[in-house]
């Protein structure tokens, strides 16, 4: 499934610079997390099985509490670009 061509393919994809040498213990490592993601799909949930536990519990959540925020000209104030109160980045991004 998985050889040194699709790491190559996925390299370029990513702009990264992969050594011949480490494209093999790419191979295996990923074959491994691959592996290892389809061993999920032989896990069975019923409807009925107990989650009680898992997950994120509500009753376990901190109360959320209104605080003031930063002065936002006082950190606006030694940026280089900004506009209308914001940062101004480049656009990485077409």
């Known amino acids: 499934m998985l050889d040194t061509d699709l790491i190559t393919y996925l390299a370029k994809l990513s702009k990264l610079q992969v050594d011949d040498a ?3 213990r790419l191979v295996s490592e990923m074959s491994a997390i691959v ?6 799909n032989d896990v069975a ?14 009753e376990n ?9 930063f002065d936002r000209e ?3 104030q030694n940026a280089s670009h900004k506009k209308d109160g ?6 990485i991004m077409e």
């Open 22 to 24: 480490d494209k093999e």
């Open 35 to 40: 592996d290892l993601m389809d061993t999920m």
């Open 45 to 58: 949930m019923g409807e009925d099985e107990d989650l009680k536990g898992e997950g994120v519990s509500p």
């Open 61 to 69: 959540l901190r109360e959320d509490k209104s605080r003031d925020s």
């Open 74 to 76: 006082k950190i606006l």
């Open 86 to 91: 914001f940062f101004v980045v480049p656009k």
